[in-house]
């Protein structure tokens, strides 16, 4: 599959569940699937680390993951956190667009039980040449 073949929603939607999967094996298997083996993951930090940051003279600081084992253990710690532990789940929120080799789609995070909309974020994701994200841009509250 190349940039060109690739469906926005398709990508934002199986990127999503990827965040939801409660098999280790499977979360894997969707990393490799999505992500490029060198691929990062770029999150903009809650407004706490951002004002400590700011505080040491860091004006505007991230949060990175980078290849396949790094994403997988973000991946894995968010849904031991909000998914198996707070009983939460993340659904995509919306159309996906693309734009050349850039996607963009909002998520939300919901109560599992009830659907009931917790909050959210904004997702960019840049592609490689096959499709793949070679970096993701995460902005929760967006």
Do not use: C
Not at 10 to 15: F, I, K, T, V
Not at 87 to 101: K, Q
């Amino acid at each position: 599959m190349t940039v060109i073949d690739i469906d926005p929603h398709d990508l934002a939607r199986d990127y999503v569940a990827q965040w939801n999967a409660k098999d280790a094996a499977e979360r894997r298997a969707a990393i490799e699937r999505l992500w490029s083996e060198d691929g990062t993951h770029i999150l903009q930090p809650p407004l706490e680390i951002r004002e400590i940051a700011a505080g040491l003279g860091f004006d505007h600081p991230t949060l990175r993951a980078q290849g396949y084992d790094a994403i997988e253990t973000r991946v894995t710690r968010s849904y031991e956190e909000f998914v198996a532990q707070k009983g939460y789940a993340f659904r995509l929120s919306g159309d996906a667009v693309r734009l050349d080799r850039l996607v963009k789609f909002a998520w939300d995070t919901v109560l599992a039980e009830t659907g009931e909309v917790l909050g959210g974020g904004l997702e960019i994701l840049e592609l490689d040449d096959d499709g793949r994200i070679r970096t993701d841009y995460m902005f929760p509250g967006a």
